[in-house]
């Protein structure tokens, strides 16, 4: 009830639309006790939380997607404490990973990859909805595998290829990300492990700070510092110019065809400072996002902002490409621009409907945050259909 109570007020136009979700909002956040009337809508969350840390842990939302299982839900932070410094988060981890083989022997999505001027880019569907990447210098027979989460699916990809596995480029520590880097990195003695220091990456060889450059053959891939997943969170950006094609960015758990990943290990303003980071990169930029989210995704941004016609359209590509388990990725930067609402938080429309405003001192950052905020809690409490 709620959820159809909020998408019709979002429908509509003008201040009482405003007031009415301002209603909900505040109602979501300051009261358990209507926490507890929407219980409808927390029966399934945002697959952007993904949990472990330092020794093992799992990906908590795909399970493989049943819908109100997510174990996030009833332990909260308890529960992700477990699975990030703990070794029942491995536990947990091995057996989603045996699950997601028997259920998907064939990868959860049809993908396709993208071949420029020498350069590869190749999405493997793994575990039942995230999505690792190898990065391949076609004429150096080079792979860069991108959070390799199943060592199998990954090797097998390897071994099609004919190419040799030289780096892991690791965005951050969930075992949904790095589960594959002990056994990739064994089976492959040259190869390096990158990571963020700060995010306890298992099996790390080499950390990385903000704007460090990984070279491999003709690849150049700089990592960019965005904190807010989790305190170490990194994006890989690979530079187009050496083979005269788009730039590509992994973005881990940050950035999603129309969604962006839970703050877990952050606030509101870090995770909107790593948001603008990514706003800063060329609107032809293509996004390799760490999930497959889409149809999810799209369908909370037609309940913030049904009236955004690009919404609707790749909304209708989007069920197009699932009715056929066809994968959603690349997008790219502009088309996100013009959708995302996580990326959209300076837009009046938006601004207008759920957020407070700008503050006495007029500190826009500051109303951005409470916003993207507040599309966090949204997003937390919305239950596709």
């Not at 007031?19 to 979501?28: H, W």
């Not at 030289?166 to 990300?177: E, F, N, R, S, Y």
């Not at 450059?213 to 965005?226: D, E, H, K, M």
């Not at 699932?322 to 601004?351: A, D, I, W």
């Amino acid at each position: 009830m709620a959820a159809v109570v909020a998408a019709t007020a979002l429908k509509g136009r003008g201040a009482r639309n405003a007031r009415v979700l301002r209603g909900i909002l505040s109602g979501a956040t300051a009261n358990k006790a209507s926490q507890n009337r929407t219980r409808a809508l927390q029966s399934h969350s945002s697959p952007e939380c993904k949990e472990e840390p330092e020794p093992l842990s799992p990906e908590l939302e795909y399970i493989p997607r049943k819908r109100g299982k997510n174990p996030m839900k009833a332990v909260g932070l308890a529960w992700y404490s477990l699975y990030t410094r703990t070794w029942l988060g491995y536990l947990f981890y091995r057996q989603q990973l045996r699950r997601a083989r028997n259920r998907y022997p064939k990868g959860h999505s049809r993908t396709q990859p993208r071949l420029f001027n020498g350069v590869k880019v190749l999405p493997i569907p793994v575990l039942s909805d995230n999505y690792s990447y190898l990065i391949i210098d076609t004429q150096a027979r080079l792979a860069v595998a991108v959070d390799p989460s199943d060592p199998q699916a990954v090797q097998a990809s390897i071994e099609k290829e004919g190419v040799n596995l030289v780096a892991i480029l690791c965005t951050h520590k969930h075992w949904d990300h790095s589960g594959g880097n002990r056994d990739l990195s064994r089976r492959h003695q040259d190869c390096r492990v990158y990571g963020s220091p700060r995010d306890g990456i298992p099996y790390l060889t080499h950390p990385l700070c903000h704007q460090d450059v990984v070279s491999v053959g003709r690849l150049q891939i700089q990592a960019l510092a965005t904190p807010g997943h989790t305190q170490g969170h990194l994006v890989y950006l690979l530079d187009g110019e050496p083979y005269k094609g788009p730039s590509c960015l992994f973005s881990g758990d940050l950035l999603f065809l129309s969604g962006c990943g839970r703050t877990f290990e952050g606030t509101a303003e870090t995770m909107l400072s790593s948001l603008d980071t990514v706003l800063g990169l060329g609107d032809d930029t293509l996004l390799w996002p760490g999930h497959e989210y889409a149809e999810e995704n799209l369908g909370f941004a037609g309940v913030v902002e049904p009236e955004n016609l690009a919404r609707e359209r790749k909304m209708q590509w989007v069920q197009r490409q699932r009715m056929e388990r066809k994968s959603t990725c690349p997008s790219t930067l502009g088309e996100e621009r013009s959708y995302n609402p996580f990326l959209r938080t300076h837009c009046l429309v938006l601004q207008e409907a759920l957020g407070p405003g700008p503050g006495p001192t007029g500190d826009d950052g500051c109303s951005r945050a409470q916003l993207l905020e507040k599309l966090r809690q949204l997003k937390d409490l919305h239950k596709s259909k």
